[in-house]
C-alpha cells in the first residue's frame, strides 16, 4: 500500500530522528570498525581542506560535512548527523562559540572541539559556557588533533592546558579582588572611586561634603582593606577593577 504524502513525516523530522537514534552512542559502526562522524567548520579553504584530509585518512573517522562560515556550520550540521563537530573560532560571520551553542540546543550529545589560531581568554570561558568538549589552538600537530577528536568523542574534555591555566589564575585573582572590594563601606567605595579619578582629598571632601580630615581616614581605611600602598596604588587597582568588570 503506498504512502500517501500527509503519512510521510518531513525530511527535518526524519533526519532528526536518525541523529537521535545515533545519539546514545557517539562512535557508530561500519563494517565492522568503530567510527567517529566529524563536521568541520573552518573559513580557511586550505586550513579546511587540510583538516579534511587529515581526519578522513583515520581508519575510525569519516567527515560526514563541511562549510566556511557559521550560516553554512548552522544550515549543514543538523542534517549529518555528527558526533564531533571540530569548529574554528573566528568566523566571517560570527564565531565557533556561538555556532557550539546554537547545534548544543538542537542536539545535547554532539561533542564540540573548539579549533583557533589565538589563545584568547575570553573565547575560552565563553566556550566552556557554551557546552563545548575541548579547545586547542592550531598550532596543535595532526596526531594530537585526531586524538583530541577521539578524546571528545569517547566523552571526555580537552581544554588547553596553557589557557586553563591562565584563566584559572585570573579567576582566583578577580575573586580575590571581588573579595576585598566587598569589605568596603559604601562611602569607602565612592572614596575610592574618586582617588580613582586623581582627586585629592580636599577634592573628594568637597564632593561628597565631608571634612577633609573624615576623607583621609576614609583613604586609610580603605587602603588597608584593598591591601596597597598609596594612593597610586589604589587609582591602579580601581582602575583594573574597571577593566575586568566594566559597567554594562
Known amino acids: 500500500m503506498e504512502e500517501t504524502a500527509g503519512e510521510v513525516p518531513g525530511i527535518a523530522s526524519r533526519l532528526r530522528a536518525e541523529w537521535d537514534r545515533r545519539a546514545g552512542a557517539r562512535v557508530v559502526h561500519s563494517g565492522g570498525v568503530s567510527v567517529i562522524?566529524?563536521?568541520v567548520l573552518d573559513d580557511h579553504e586550505i586550513v579546511r581542506q587540510g583538516l579534511l584530509r587529515l581526519i578522513d585518512a583515520q581508519p575510525d573517522m569519516s567527515v560526514v560535512g563541511e562549510a566556511g562560515t557559521a550560516a553554512e556550520a548552522l544550515a549543514r550540521a543538523p542534517l549529518v548527523g555528527a558526533d564531533v563537530a571540530v569548529?574554528?573560532?573566528?568566523?566571517?560571520?560570527?564565531?565557533?562559540?556561538?555556532?557550539?551553542?546554537?547545534?548544543?540546543?538542537?542536539?545535547?550529545?554532539?561533542?564540540?572541539?573548539?579549533?583557533?589560531?589565538?589563545?584568547?581568554?575570553?573565547?575560552?570561558?565563553?566556550?566552556?559556557?557554551?557546552g563545548?568538549?575541548?579547545?586547542?589552538?592550531?598550532?596543535?600537530?595532526?596526531?594530537?588533533?585526531?586524538?583530541?577528536?577521539?578524546?571528545?568523542a569517547a566523552g571526555r574534555s580537552l581544554l588547553d592546558a596553557g589557557i586553563t591555566a591562565r584563566?584559572?589564575?585570573?579567576?582566583?585573582?578577580?575573586?580575590?579582588?571581588?573579595?576585598?572590594?566587598?569589605?568596603?563601606?559604601?562611602?569607602?567605595?565612592?572614596?575610592?572611586?574618586?582617588?580613582?579619578?586623581?582627586?585629592?582629598?580636599?577634592?573628594?571632601?568637597?564632593r561628597l561634603y565631608l571634612a577633609e580630615k573624615t576623607v583621609k581616614n576614609y583613604v586609610s581605611s580603605l587602603l588597608a582593606k584593598i591591601q596597597v600602598h598609596g594612593?597610586?596604588?589604589?587609582?591602579?587597582?580601581?582602575?583594573?577593577?574597571?577593566r575586568s568588570h566594566p559597567v554594562r
Do not use: W
Open 37 to 39: 562522524r566529524v563536521f
Open 87 to 130: 569548529l574554528d573560532v573566528r568566523l566571517p560571520d560570527g564565531n565557533g562559540v556561538e555556532v557550539c551553542r546554537d547545534l548544543r540546543s538542537q542536539f545535547p550529545d554532539l561533542r564540540c572541539l573548539m579549533l583557533t589560531s589565538f589563545a584568547d581568554d575570553e573565547a575560552f570561558l565563553d566556550a566552556i559556557t557554551a
Open 132 to 152: 563545548a568538549a575541548g579547545y586547542v589552538l592550531k598550532e596543535i600537530r595532526g596526531v594530537d588533533l585526531v586524538g583530541a577528536i577521539r578524546a571528545v
Open 167 to 206: 584563566v584559572l589564575e585570573r579567576l582566583r585573582r578577580a575573586e580575590q579582588q571581588d573579595t576585598r572590594l566587598a569589605l568596603l563601606t559604601a562611602q569607602e567605595s565612592a572614596v575610592l572611586d574618586l582617588v580613582g579619578q586623581g582627586l585629592t582629598n580636599r577634592e573628594i571632601a568637597d
Open 231 to 242: 594612593r597610586t596604588q589604589a587609582a591602579l587597582y580601581i582602575a583594573e577593577q574597571h
